[in-house]
């Protein structure tokens, strides 16, 4: 299997784990636990879970880490990242709470480069610790592009 294939099929168990398991999650898709288990499965690379059964589990399975994780790695396998669009009230002062967000992760991510890049390279240490400024700072331009579509739509 692809690296890619395996993990999803490690995405799928995460997702299982998070709705409580194969029994639990049995109970909530159209699939028994047997079916379920070879969708996250090593041993059975041409068993995966189809879209009905991921759409029927993984809002279910919001709680656990790394949430949502068969779609997270599909993202990943397709060269992107998923970018969660926070719902929430919204006031047009919350785009200026915002920008300011933004300017201090847009720092963090500098200091986080610069520091990796004293000794002239990036090792996996600086590259994990870079990676989570640029995704903070990803989260906050989703979080502005959740307000602005909201101020526009009139939902305030």
Known sequence: MTPEKIALKRATQEMIRGVGGLE?????CRVGKSVLSDYGSPNKPDCFAPLDVIADLEP??????????VT????TAMGGVFV?????????????ALL??????????TTAICTA???????RIDGAAIT???DQLIA???AMRATVQSLVRGDR
Do not use: M, T, Y
């Open 24 to 28: 639990d999650g049995a109970n909530f």
């Open 60 to 69: 279910l399975a919001r709680a656990r880490d790394g949430w949502p994780h």
């Open 72 to 75: 997270r790695a599909l993202c």
């Open 84 to 96: 969660a669009i926070p719902e929430n009230d919204v006031q047009p002062r919350d785009l200026l």
């Open 100 to 109: 300011g967000d933004k300017a201090r992760e847009s720092g963090e991510l």
């Open 117 to 123: 890049l004293v000794d002239g390279k990036v090792d």
């Open 132 to 134: 989570h400024e640029i």
């Open 140 to 142: 906050v331009a989703a």
